[in-house]
């Protein structure tokens, strides 16, 4: 089975490895995403992240295409039922009880507030350039306010 991974600069070696030793033959699109209607016509599979917009039209160009995964929790970037119309599988980490166990996005989401009321991107900036005012930068103190987080989901 023919798998296209896309994106796949960071694609992790052991899943690759791992696929491999289960009779996956893997190609990596390296080039522009602009290229991918035109290469997917011999897979079997494609493996993405968020940066293609998977909707009716490229489908369309996937005569062989069995299967999509994506290593996301959400679909907001497939046409899933383009992709159902068509018989094309659709993997994702959706609904994964594992991930319950991962905080990292709401941290994620907590660093930046603190980074943004102090300002430290923009300070940052400043000192790369070779500026240094702190009067500039000197931010929101926190202390006897409250910063929260209003998502859904795992955040």
Aim: hydrophobic content about 45%; charged content about 25%; aromatic content about 8%.
């Amino acid at each position: 089975m023919r798998i296209l991974i896309l994106e796949g600069l960071d694609f992790d070696k052991d899943a690759a490895r791992m696929l491999r030793e289960n009779g996956f033959h893997l190609t990596f699109h390296r080039g522009p995403l602009s290229q991918v209607p035109r290469v997917l016509k011999s897979f079997d599979g494609a493996i993405v992240k968020l940066g293609v917009r998977w909707d009716a039209g490229l489908f369309d160009k996937t005569k062989s295409l069995k299967f999509l995964a994506t290593l996301t929790t959400g679909l907001t970037h497939i046409d899933t039922k383009a992709a159902a119309e068509r018989n094309i599988k659709i993997f994702s980490l959706q609904g994964l009880r594992e991930l319950e166990k991962v905080h990292s996005t709401a941290e994620h989401a907590v660093g930046l507030m603190l980074a943004l009321v102090r300002r430290i991107p923009a300070a940052f900036q400043d000192v790369v350039n070779g500026n240094w005012d702190r009067r500039r930068f000197i931010g929101i103190e926190m202390a006897g306010k409250t910063l929260g987080i209003i998502g859904m989901g795992r955040l």
